[in-house]
């Protein structure tokens, strides 16, 4: 199911059609250093990870992970999305994509759309984002998107993140 278009990509649902896109993208060096191990190790444990999260979340909270595809091809590159955290007291976005479309401003477009998306169809009044101190091409994305440090937190399942919000005005 599309929910998002821009310029050069359209966001859409995750499915269990996906499984072996997200095998590969959990278990980039990136991923695996900056976001986690989610111990996705076969194509099973990929549909797993789609039901238990992405999906999971699409039916808890209308929103989740979405597949970032390119609009002249239909290439899956990566997922942008907005999280609901146990830990955190709002929405977070997030964005992984592989290496070999990283410095295209690929992410930028997908989370300037998603955090648009937040505000406007869920009525998200802030948004908050986290992310490794060391992660510069994921901060950068973040403050090109408005997006304003707060603080460091800890996270149960990391050590230190950086802490971001965009808090939309009306």
Same mark, same amino acid.
């Given at each position: 199911?599309?929910?998002?278009?821009?310029?050069?990509?359209?966001?859409?649902?995750?499915?269990?059609?996906?499984?072996?896109?997200?095998?590969? @993208?959990?278990?980039?060096?990136?991923?695996?250093?900056?976001?986690?191990?989610?111990?996705?190790?076969?194509?099973?444990?990929?549909?797993?990870?789609?039901?238990?999260?992405?999906?999971?979340?699409?039916?808890?909270?209308?929103?989740?992970?979405?597949?970032?595809?390119?609009?002249?091809?239909?290439?899956?590159?990566?997922?942008?999305?907005?999280?609901?955290?146990?830990?955190?007291?709002?929405?977070?976005?997030?964005?992984?994509?592989?290496?070999?479309?990283?410095?295209?401003?690929?992410?930028?477009?997908?989370?300037?759309?998603?955090?648009?998306?937040?505000?406007?169809?869920?009525? @998200?009044?802030?948004?908050?984002?986290?992310?490794?101190?060391?992660?510069?091409?994921?901060?950068?994305?973040?403050?090109?998107?408005?997006?304003?440090?707060?603080?460091?937190?800890?996270?149960?399942?990391?050590?230190?993140?950086? @802490?971001?919000?965009?808090?939309?005005?009306?």
């Amino acid at each position: 199911m599309r929910v998002l278009e821009t310029d050069r990509l359209v966001l859409r649902r995750l499915t269990l059609d996906d499984a072996e896109f997200i095998f590969r @993208l959990v278990n980039e060096p990136a991923w695996l250093r900056y976001i986690g191990d989610k111990h996705v190790r076969n194509l099973d444990d990929a549909r797993n990870y789609l039901r238990t999260g992405p999906m999971d979340m699409y039916q808890r909270f209308g929103f989740g992970m979405f597949l970032v595809e390119l609009k002249s091809t239909g290439e899956a590159i990566g997922s942008c999305g907005l999280l609901k955290r146990d830990t955190l007291p709002d929405p977070d976005i997030g964005y992984a994509f592989l290496p070999e479309h990283w410095g295209k401003g690929y992410a930028l477009e997908a989370a300037a759309a998603v955090l648009q998306y937040g505000h406007r169809e869920h009525r @998200l009044p802030r948004i908050l984002a986290i992310t490794s101190p060391d992660n510069e091409r994921s901060i950068q994305v973040l403050q090109k998107c408005g997006m304003h440090f707060q603080r460091f937190i800890e996270m149960a399942e990391r050590d230190q993140v950086k @802490l971001f919000a965009l808090e939309f005005v009306g």
